[in-house]
Each structure stands twice: as C-alpha cells, then as structure tokens.
C-alpha cells in the first residue's frame, strides 16, 4: 500500500520563517571547538559533486509572516555572521568535519557553513535506505514537525537540501553530546541534575503540546546536551501532530512504553508525562524501572503498574531499546488472554530503592499511573516541590537575552 503523503498537515495559518540560530558570542564560541584539521573527511563518495536539488524549504516561504516569538529566539533575526538558512543549500556550503553518529540510515557529522563558519549538525540520510524500510512519509513527518519547533531545549532544525542519493537535515550543534552517553559514564545522576533536566522536558513538552505535538519517544538516547549542558530534545521520527490529540499507533521504546500503546488503546499527549517518569526513575537509578529478563516480563510490568490483576497484556518479538514498530505486535484479544494464561504474575506495585528521594519518589510515582488522565499535568511537574527545590535550569544566551 503507498504511503499517505502529509496525513498531518501542517495547521498553521503562518508557517515559521527559517531564522539564523544563535547570538554571535555564542556562534564564536561553537566555532572553537571545531579543529581545522578535522575538515573534510567525509568520505568521498559523500563529497563528490553531484547535481544538487535546492531544499524545498521545508514548507517555507509560503508567505513572509515573521515566527511566532517564543523564549530564546528574540534578538536572533538579524545574528551578526550566522547563514540565512532560507536559502537554499548544496553539499558545496559546508566544510565536513567529524562523524557525530551513526545511524541505520545514515550518519552525522560535524559540519561548518563555509561563509559564516557557523557550526552545525550535518544528518546525511540515504534514499535507497529510507525508501528500503519504508520510511519516507516518517522523514518527511519528522521534518515538518522539528523545522516548526523553536524552543531552547528542543534541537533546531534549520532546513534540509538533497541530491540524488542522499537527504541532508542541517541540525542545530550540540556541543556535550547524548545524555545517554553520559548517564553510562556516571552510572545514576544525583538529584539536582535529575529535577533540572525534569524541569527542561516539562518546559519543552508542554510548548510542543500546545502545538499539538506528542513526541512519543523521550528516552536518554533522544536527548542531547548543549554548550552549557542545556537539555535539547532531539529526533522526531516518532513524533506526530495530532489535532484531536489522540493516536492509535504503536511506536517509542520497549522499556519507556506506557499501559495504552501496550493495550493498543487510544493515546494522547500524555504518553509524554509517562515517558518523563520513566526518565526521571532511570536517571537517578541507572535502568528504567521496569526492566526485565524478557519482553514479555516487561510488558506486565508496565500494564499491571496502578491496575488491578487480570488487565490485558501483549506479545513481542525481537524487540530492544532501539525502538518499535506496529507491526511486530501482536495484539489481538485472544492473544492477550494466552499471555496472561502463560505469563507468572508479577509484582504490581513500582519499588524504589533507598537511593531515590522521597521527594523524586513522589514525582514518578505521580506519572506512572495507568489510567493517563491520573498522571500529573506538565505544568505540575515543573511546580513539583522536588523539582522546584533542587532545579538548577540553566538557559542558553539567546534565551537569557530575551528575558533580561
């Protein structure tokens, strides 16, 4: 069956405007931690010249209406040295530098914007990859969805060019990396760098909710970490803009999934609140709270939390952190009913151990609840007392420039 092309259309009477990212200090300061030597060594058969398609500007120039102002942006219009990122762009702009990551389709590399030297995140995609797993309308769905986000703890996406192999998404640079990568290095983060990155996905989410977004994905691998180790939700592909705000696809991380994608129930927005507790659990324990010795474990796990005994379960195969699909689900009632018929009952109730704070307890106890209407709002998440006690939330300049 073809792909449904833009089955979440773009809503916006005045679609946001590229602008150049940052204020010039801070562009400086990105700039010096790219070594010279670390140019071009992309390997040649990216650099070879090629016929270059101009980007479409990603729903751009439809109309010249100015974006809407959101915290960090003000001031940014007219950024001393930074690229106009609505024009269009060819492999010939940038200077490569070193891989950033690695990817099933593709890589990212450390990229400088030849005439400005602003740095960015270069996401080079192949097509044969894309169109081999059927992902296309996913790509094209995630760049619609990040290119209109423009918020200090979600990543930028500036524009995106193409040629006849490859997709190329120019990503705003994040300097520290993957919060995962750093979570395996501390093994557990202690409470003041818990309850600020809490803080900053709240802040995030609930600016993507308002836009009726649901990212449906946050784990330690999307989240990636700025100059001053500001959180940036990254990678949208299982993002979705929904205007009723309720969904039926099952889609994010075996240990991050919520009760309703399990029970291929409807969801809405607050599959995100879910996502956050786990989060929140698995930073100040070092493993999500409810990993187990088999897929099957985990998926009682997750549905028996708050439920009472006998809720439905569901089947999985070959499944990991990596993330999910639909259709390696099954989830038929009559394969819900074998499950619980073959499963051991397991501990329904979430355990803490003595490490986690009263105080952090509360807080995941108060979004991991089965019924999604029983979890904390956003906006009671940042006033959390724990949170608000040990936040120490640090704003990049932009963002500070706009609330001085």
């Known amino acids: 069956m073809a792909q449904k092309e833009n089955a979440y259309p773009w809503p916006y009477s005045r679609p946001t405007v590229f602008r150049a990212p940052g204020a010039a200090s801070f562009r400086l300061n990105l700039c010096r ?6 140019l071009n060594t992309l390997p040649q058969r990216i650099l070879r010249k090629e016929a270059a398609t101009p980007s479409a500007l990603v729903l751009l120039n439809r109309s010249n209406a100015p974006p809407t102002a959101v915290l960090g942006q003000k001031g940014m219009e007219n950024s001393s040295g930074a690229p106009n990122f609505t024009r269009p762009f060819t492999i010939d702009d940038f200077e490569i530098g070193r891989p950033l990551g690695k990817g099933k389709f593709g ?40 290119a209109h986000l423009q918020h200090p703890n979600i990543l930028r996406l500036y524009n995106y060019f193409y ?70 939700i990254a990678d949208f592909g299982w993002s979705v803009h929904a205007p009723s705000l309720r969904r039926k696809t099952m889609c994010g991380t075996l240990d991050y999934l919520p009760p309703e994608m399990i029970e291929g129930r409807t969801h809405n927005e607050k599959v995100d609140l ?42 999985g195969q070959g499944l990991g952190r990596a993330g999910l699909d ?8 009559v394969e819900h009913r074998r ?51 040990h936040s120490r939330r640090v704003l990049p300049p932009s963002a500070m420039q706009s609330v001085a």
């Open 274 to 315: 879910w996502c956050i507790g786990v989060l929140c659990y698995e930073l100040l324990v070092g493993n999500p709270p409810f990993e187990s010795a088999s897929h099957n474990e985990t998926y009682r796990r997750i549905v028996k939390v708050g439920h009472a005994a006998g809720a439905p379960g569901c089947r």
């Open 107 to 146: 890589n990212v590399y450390l990229a400088r914007e030849k005439k400005s030297h602003f740095i960015v995140a270069l996401k080079v995609l192949f097509k044969s990859q894309i169109e081999k797993e059927g992902v296309e309308h996913q790509l094209r769905r995630e760049i619609e969805i990040q």
């Open 163 to 232: 040629d006849r192999r490859r997709i190329y998404l120019i990503l705003e640079y994040a300097p520290r990396g993957e919060l995962y990568k750093e979570l395996q290095k501390s093994r557990t983060f202690d409470e003041q760098r818990t309850a600020t990155i809490m803080e900053e996905l709240a802040d995030a989410l609930r600016y993507c909710h308002e836009k009726k977004v649901i990212h449906r994905d946050i784990k330690p691998e999307n989240l990636l970490l700025g100059l001053q180790g500001e959180l940036k």
């Open 326 to 333: 639909a259709r390696v689900f099954v989830a038929t009632g």
């Open 33 to 38: 931690l790219l070594p010279q030597s670390g």
């Open 339 to 389: 499950f619980l018929l073959l499963s051991p009952l397991l501990q329904v109730d979430l355990k803490f151990p003595a490490s986690v704070p009263a105080g952090a307890q509360d807080l995941i106890s108060k979004l991991l609840r089965h019924n999604p209407s029983d979890r904390l709002t956003l906006a009671q998440v940042s006033a959390h007392p724990w949170v608000r006690a």
